[in-house]
């Protein structure tokens, strides 16, 4: 993902639009990544959730072990206050 200041993006727009269109543009302001610009086809690839629904038939013995087993890792906390809403 290329990342271009807040004031570079504004000076060539057009430029980080083409650029969007092969790879997200980060915009940063006071470095840190604010917004990011994808193209309308990634944009509606992610609306969609692409997502593969498997049925439980489709799961190996090995692969319920493999869940029953997993451990969420500690670093994983910094994400828990997206699950309070």
């Known amino acids: ?19 969007a269109l092969i790879q997200p543009v980060a915009v940063t302001r006071n470095g840190r990544e604010g917004t990011v610009l994808i193209s ?11 997502r593969r629904v498997m049925q439980l038939e489709d799961f190996t013995d090995e692969d319920i072990e493999a869940i029953e087993n997993a451990r969420i890792a500690p670093e994983a906390a910094a ?3 997206e699950m309070e809403n």
């Open 1 to 19: 993902m290329l990342k271009v200041k807040a004031a570079e993006f504004q000076r060539n727009i057009g430029k980080y639009q083409d650029i």
């Open 40 to 50: 309308t086809e990634e944009y509606r690839r992610l609306k969609r959730g692409e």
């Open 79 to 81: 994400f828990n206050d």
